[in-house]
C-alpha cells in the first residue's frame, strides 16, 4: 500500500505561493499514479491535479492550470508536491493527496476520486484577500 500523509498547508495571501508535500509510506509513489484533490465544506472533493506513476503525464484541472505543478522527488520517489503560485481566495480548501489503483491512467481516471485506494487526512489552505 501507499499511505500517503501531506504537510505544507497554511494561510497565505492572494498572489503567493505555497509548496505542498506528500509522503508516501509503503510502496514508492513511482509504483502508483499519484492525484492532489482539493474540498470546501458543503461540496465534493475535487481533482486539482494528477501524475502518471512514470512521472511523463501530468493533469490538472482548468482552475488551477498554468499556477500549480505536481512533481515527484525522483532521487527517492516517496514525496510528490504540489507547487502552488499565483494562489486566490477561490484555492481555499482542505487539500488532500491520495494514491491511485494504476500506474498508468487518463484525464478521466484522474479525476475520479473512487479509483484512488489510500488517502492522507489533508491539509488546510487558506488564501486571504
Known amino acids: 500500500q501507499v499511505q500517503p500523509v501531506e504537510s505544507g498547508g497554511g494561510l497565505v495571501q492572494a498572489g503567493g505561493s505555497l509548496v505542498l508535500s506528500c509522503a508516501a509510506s509503503?510502496?514508492?509513489?513511482?509504483?502508483?499514479?499519484m492525484g492532489w484533490f482539493r474540498q470546501v465544506p458543503g461540496k465534493e472533493r475535487k481533482v486539482v491535479a494528477a501524475?502518471?506513476?512514470?512521472?511523463?503525464?501530468?493533469?490538472y484541472a482548468d482552475s488551477v492550470s498554468g499556477r500549480f505543478t505536481i512533481s515527484r522527488d525522483d532521487d527517492y520517489k516517496t514525496t510528490v508536491y504540489l507547487q502552488m503560485h499565483n494562489l486566490k481566495p477561490e484555492d481555499t480548501a482542505v487539500y488532500y493527496c491520495?494514491?491511485?489503483?494504476?500506474?498508468?491512467?487518463?484525464?478521466?481516471?484522474?479525476?475520479?476520486?473512487?479509483?484512488?485506494?489510500?488517502w492522507g487526512q489533508g491539509t488546510q489552505v487558506t488564501v486571504s484577500s
Open positions: 491520495a494514491s491511485h489503483r494504476a500506474q498508468n491512467i487518463d484525464f478521466a481516471q484522474a479525476s475520479n476520486v473512487a479509483e484512488y485506494e489510500y
Open positions: 509503503g510502496r514508492t509513489s513511482s509504483s502508483v499514479a
Open positions: 501524475l502518471t506513476a512514470s512521472g511523463r503525464t501530468a493533469y
